[in-house]
């Protein structure tokens, strides 16, 4: 996981400079130009956390294409790749890379790879109460709060906010876990990230969704959960985070993610099955292209998330063909 | 046993003016469970009522106008926005190590407590986050200033703060600034030229869309009967060509119409300035609605508020379902209710007379019954698992590849859709109508019958003139319980066919207008996006209640016109009985 980490950086860090501010696009990238005759379905069916994403490029993109019909379903990643063999679904969402044995099963039905275009970067974050005064923890810090086989290499279990620095009326109680359901696939990438492949414990409350795990936490003021950054509300903070124990603190903004300096940081994917011996049909060509046209990624921006640099853009638009 | 007692217990008073001394036990006369009972029911009532209350009180207040505070912290920076709520909180010593002495002797004195309130500051363009918590320490002075603006938009949410500039078709004029009748009269030009564009965007080039979608499926469906290459389809491909030419023809004129018509209103624009000076120019028809929140009488905010219900209950969802309105879910709602009922009353009622009425009754009906009274209490979600499986996939498909060959491997009825969905809930519901059919039946006094066959009638004349209007208002109390239950009910829909966003209602003007394979939108789907799926939950909470407001409202019309109808039937039979 390390090494996609870099990727993502190094794929960043070749754009324009990374962008100042969370709020600005790459300058490189261009308008949407509309063409003519694109018509057809589209249905989306996957993640949880790209569901208001894809809701918003759908309408942006319905804008554009007023008779192309989009239809999305968001009920965690691992619903992309079986709704992609079948073809109930010609878009999948997914907010981790699909795993060797999804991808067997599309291509022993296909004859070829699904394709995956990077529609966003989000930093998953660790959220806390407002009230929480800690600072700063590290992946192993983590990984010995969330999980009970503790490969990160902590040596002590953390159950309570004491094992984790906090003095006071802190010290004493019980962090009470918020996550997601292992349908997701933010459960799948924080497993394998945070977790270092390990096992969550059984007290972590599994959640339907990403908002729910947040508004779980808000209400809860000795609690800590994780979900994408684009659903955090002024109720819940986002705790910086270190690779390993004693390095600073990298908070969950596009900068640090950008850098590669937040351990967290990570595509949003679409997969698309794409026949590399034919060209696509121009519904799905053009909402590609639309996702990376600034008007897309100024959505990614409205969601919360981070938009991707014409850098991505270019790498994934000539993968696909589309330029 | 009882009786003797109340007797003498009644016998006692005559014996003279002595105390009334109770000989009965309370038990037995059941006074402590008759306030039992009545306890139990005015809990149940309470419960009810102070559900509904809270439904009705969040639901009816959310869409009114409230105003717009400018906040001013100590350390000088000014934020505006409305206050949402607020609360009590302990501030940790890391905060209290923050602040200075007369602030911390403050907070001391009132327990070690302080007060912070919620504000919806809006913008989330510029500050990236639209609602912030302000505590009471932090707070030099609050101040209602007038001429501040809450405009609704578009996109990105509510902006709060001042107007800077108006240009209309090109020309600046400062003057609408500060003229609210002229500016809205603009914004009405500009509203409706966004109409304008909509309607040609969605509904002319919609047209011809949808033609050119049928043409392109007509070729493949006359390639896959006849093959490619045979002379057959390349007849259906040179057809194609020459309608392609006019369609894309209509389309280029068309697509230019909206074209210039965007270019104009690009050109009349409004400039908002938030408090802290930043500034944002957006196109006047981008601004759904604008007030200047602190200066509005009781009329203008009763305007507000219900040109606010009218956007909700008339309009599409905008910006991932969290604005704009929920007319596809109550269309779609309303639509799958109707369609469960189509199906689920002749359904339960044939199978109920043929249990009651002809079946001879024995173990085998007894375990049907028994199996009927089982599948009521089969969780929903089940339901949901065996639609999908069944009615989407398998008949689904086999519907697909036996109708629909041009269209794979797009599914047309292979996947979730309204028609499954109503058939999915028509299973859940169909033993309430059976049961209460059967009910119903049985209540017809058998001297009717004896009468109806003595004068000769055949059964099926009798249960058809005699039994079937007796039974008839118990028939439809079953199908009202069936509706309701129905119209309530989401879990199954989740697997077979409610979606977050469908754009397309089940019903349009294109042949054959009535598009049962679609995806729709529910109203139940709709409060659980709302509230635990979108990106901003405290922005989506008051929405679940106008959302709930208005579903409960959907089901108590529905009920009501269905109980209106069972009393007319009801009065109809009344007048023929002996």
């Keep these: ?323 | 046993m009882t009786s003797t007692s109340i007797d003498t217990a009644r016998a006692r008073p005559a014996a003279g003016t002595l105390a009334r001394v109770r000989t009965t036990r309370l038990q037995a006369i059941g006074e402590p469970n008759l306030w039992a009972l009545g306890g139990a029911l005015a809990f149940g009532c309470v419960m009810v009522v102070g559900f509904l209350l809270l439904v009705l009180w969040n639901g009816v207040t959310t869409f009114w106008p409230r105003p717009v505070v400018v906040v001013t912290t100590t350390d000088g920076a000014r934020l505006a926005g409305e206050p949402f709520r607020s609360e009590v909180y302990r501030p940790g010593p890391e905060v209290l190590a923050t602040l200075d002495e007369a602030t911390r002797r403050r907070i001391a004195a009132a327990g070690g407590l302080a007060g912070r309130d919620l504000y919806r500051t809006g913008n989330f363009d510029v500050y990236s986050e639209d609602f912030r918590w302000v505590s009471d320490y932090a707070v030099a002075s609050t101040a209602m200033p007038s001429g501040l603006m809450f405009v609704e938009r578009l996109e990105w949410g509510p902006f709060i703060g001042t107007i800077r500039g108006v240009t209309v078709d090109g020309r600046a004029m400062p003057e609408l600034k500060d003229d609210p009748r002229a500016l809205a009269a603009a914004h009405d030009v500009a509203r409706a030229r966004w109409r304008q564009i909509r309607h040609i965007e969605r509904d002319l080039i919609g047209d011809v869309n949808h033609e050119l979608e049928a043409e392109r499926l007509n070729v493949r469906r006359v390639a896959l009967r006849y093959g490619d290459g045979t002379p057959e389809h390349v007849a259906a491909l040179a057809r194609f060509a020459e309608r392609e030419t006019a369609l894309q023809a209509d389309y280029a004129r068309l697509a230019a119409d909206a074209q210039g018509l965007k270019e104009t209103d690009g050109h009349t624009q409004i400039t908002l300035a938030e408090i802290g000076g930043a500034e944002k120019t957006i196109n006047l028809s981008a601004v759904v609605r604008m007030y200047p929140a602190n200066d509005l009488g009781v009329a203008q905010k009763l305007g507000v508020y219900l040109s606010r219900w009218g956007e909700f209950v008339s309009d599409e969802p905008r910006e991932a379902n969290t604005e704009g309105g929920v007319l596809p879910a109550i269309f779609g709602t309303f639509v799958m209710t109707l369609l469960l009922v189509v199906v689920v009353a002749p359904f339960g009622v044939v199978t109920a007379l043929y249990l009651r009425e002809y079946a001879r009754q024995g173990r085998l009906v007894s375990i049907v019954r028994i199996s009927v009274n089982n599948l009521a209490g089969v969780p929903s979600i089940v339901y949901g698992v065996f639609g999908l499986g069944f009615f989407a996939y398998v008949l689904g498909g086999g519907i697909d590849s036996l109708f629909f060959p041009e269209r794979l491997p797009n599914p047309t009825f292979g996947t979730g859709g309204i028609l499954w969905a109503a058939l999915t809930l028509a299973l859940l519901t169909v033993p309430v109508v059976i049961v209460a059919t059967e009910e119903a039946l049985a209540a017809v006094p058998r001297s009717m019958r004896e009468g109806s066959l003595a004068c000769g009638a055949s059964k099926w004349q009798t249960i058809r003139r005699i039994v079937l209007p007796r039974a008839m208002p118990g028939i439809m109390t079953g199908v009202i319980l069936a509706m309701a239950r129905g119209a309530g009910e989401v879990a199954p829909l989740m697997l077979v066919g409610v979606v977050k966003l469908a754009p397309d209602l089940p019903l349009d003007g294109y042949f054959p207008y009535f598009h049962l394979e679609r995806s729709f939108m529910h109203l139940g789907f709709h409060i659980f996006d709302v509230g635990f799926q979108s990106r901003n939950s405290e922005a989506g909470k008051p929405m679940v209640f106008v959302t709930t407001l208005l579903l409960i409202g959907l089901v108590f019309a529905m009920n009501i016109s269905a109980v209106v109808i069972r009393n007319r039937l009801k009065r109809k039979f009344a007048g023929s009985q002996f």
């Design chain 1, 1 to 323: 996981m390390l090494r996609n980490r870099t990727v993502l950086a190094a794929a960043l860090a070749m754009a324009v400079g990374a962008p100042a501010a969370a709020q600005t696009l790459d300058p490189a990238l261009k308008d949407y130009k509309q063409i003519s005759g694109v018509s057809g379905s589209i249905k989306s069916i996957g993640s949880d956390t790209l569901n208001n994403l894809m809701t918003l490029w759908a309408e942006g993109f319905s804008r554009m294409y007023p008779n192309v019909k989009i239809e999305i379903e968001g009920k965690g990643s691992s619903t992309a790749p079986p709704a992609l063999v079948a073809g109930t679904a010609q878009f999948g969402p997914m907010s981790r890379p699909m795993k060797g044995a999804e991808i067997d099963a599309f291509e022993k039905k296909y004859g070829y790879k699904p394709s995956a275009i990077r529609g966003a970067v989000d930093a998953l974050a660790v959220f806390v109460h407002k009230d929480n005064p800690i600072r700063c923890l590290s992946l192993p810090q983590i990984d010995a709060i969330f999980s009970k086989t503790r490969k990160g290499g902590a040596t002590k279990d953390a159950a309570t906010w004491g094992d984790v620095g906090l003095t006071g009326e802190w010290a004493a109680k019980p962090i009470s876990l918020y996550g997601r359901n292992s349908a997701s696939g933010t459960y799948g990438y924080f497993k394998e990230v945070a977790l270092f492949n390990g096992d969550y414990k059984d007290s972590v409350k599994e959640q339907p969704g990403s908002s729910t795990v947040v508004q779980g936490v808000a209400s809860d003021k000795f609690a800590m959960g994780y979900s994408g950054i684009g659903y955090a509300t002024a109720d819940v903070r986002a705790v910086p985070l270190s690779t390993k124990t004693g390095e600073p603190c990298a908070p969950a903004t596009s900068e640090a993610a950008y850098a590669g300096d937040y351990p967290l940081a990570r595509y949003l994917y679409i997969y698309v099955n794409v026949n590399p011996n034919q060209p696509l049909d121009p519904a799905r060509a053009e909402f590609i292209r639309y996702v990376y046209s600034k008007q897309g990624q100024q959505a990614v921006i409205k969601d919360g998330y981070f938009p991707v640099t014409q850098a991505i853009a270019d790498e994934d638009l000539k993968a696909k063909k589309l330029m």
